[in-house]
T-cell receptor, first 115, second 116 residues
Framework: GDSVTQMEGPVTLSEEACLTI???????????LFWYVQYPGEGLQLLLK?????DKGSNKGFEATYRKETTSFHLEKGSVQVSDSAVYFC??????????????FGKGITLSVRP | GAGVSQSPSNKVTEKGKDVELRCDPI?????LYWYRQSLGQGLEFLIY????????KSGLPSDRFSAERTGGSVSTLTIQRTQQEDSAVYLC??????????????FGPGTRLTVT
């Protein structure tokens, strides 16, 4: 079946450090890819998305590029802030297979940023 | 406008009891999803509703789990004879059902279920 694999965590960085969180997927077909974020005490929210190969999703200084050849969607940020401390989930879905856009998530990774 | 709401926010129950978890989706969202977030399994899909029908129940872990949706709006997830392994955060999400390349799901805050 479809699956998403994220690098193991947790990750602790100093403020202004570079961030890369690896994500690879296995899927039959051509999924859309997502990064979701869960800030402390808040609900899950969409951070960015990409729907086709070579698309780059970006939001709040984060970027991820849909790489079909390596089946990857790594999340990057050049300079993290304390406010980026959260749990990050990589996910995929097939939103064009009817209306069922159920998400398949990776296990999530906790990022802590020190001042 | 109002987002997805879930109740209760926390539920502690004894093993063997039945529990009901409620989800109020965003008004006008015809698609509704239940997910479960647990330490061992991460975030897992449970069930999908389109209107009041559930064409995909493939994620329900056992026949102790059931869900319904009425009036194309509120959904209730019921767990019968709860077990300790049912302890998790249960998340509800809703979206417009457009069948296009991208349809964003909006998540509720979740119900934290603890089975003692």
């Amino acid at each position: 079946g479809d699956s998403v694999t994220q690098m193991e965590g947790p990750v602790t960085l100093s403020e202004e450090a570079c961030l890369t969180i690896n994500c690879t997927y296995t899927a039959t077909g051509y999924p859309s890819l997502f990064w979701y974020v869960q800030y402390p005490g808040e609900g899950l929210q969409l951070l960015l998305k990409a729907t086709k190969a070579d698309d780059k999703g970006s939001n709040k200084g984060f970027e991820a590029t849909y790489r079909k050849e390596t089946t990857s969607f790594h999340l990057e940020k050049g300079s993290v802030q304390v406010s980026d401390s959260a749990v990050y989930f990589c996910a995929l879905s097939f939103p064009y297979t009817g209306a069922n856009s159920k998400l398949t998530f990776g296990k999530g990774i906790t990022l802590s940023v020190r001042p | 406008g109002a987002g997805v709401s879930q109740s209760p926010s926390n539920k502690v129950t004894e093993k063997g009891k039945d529990v009901e978890l409620r989800c109020d989706p965003i008004s006008g969202h015809t698609a509704l999803y239940w997910y479960r977030q647990s330490l061992g399994q991460g975030l897992e899909f449970l069930i999908y509703f389109q209107g009041n029908s559930a064409p995909d129940k493939s994620g329900l872990p056992s026949d102790r789990f059931s869900a319904e949706r009425t009036g194309g709006s509120v959904s209730t997830l019921t767990i019968q004879r709860t077990q300790q392994e049912d302890s998790a955060v249960y998340l509800c999400a809703s979206s417009l059902a457009l069948g296009t390349l991208f349809v964003e799901q909006y998540f509720g805050p979740g119900t934290r279920l603890t089975v003692t």
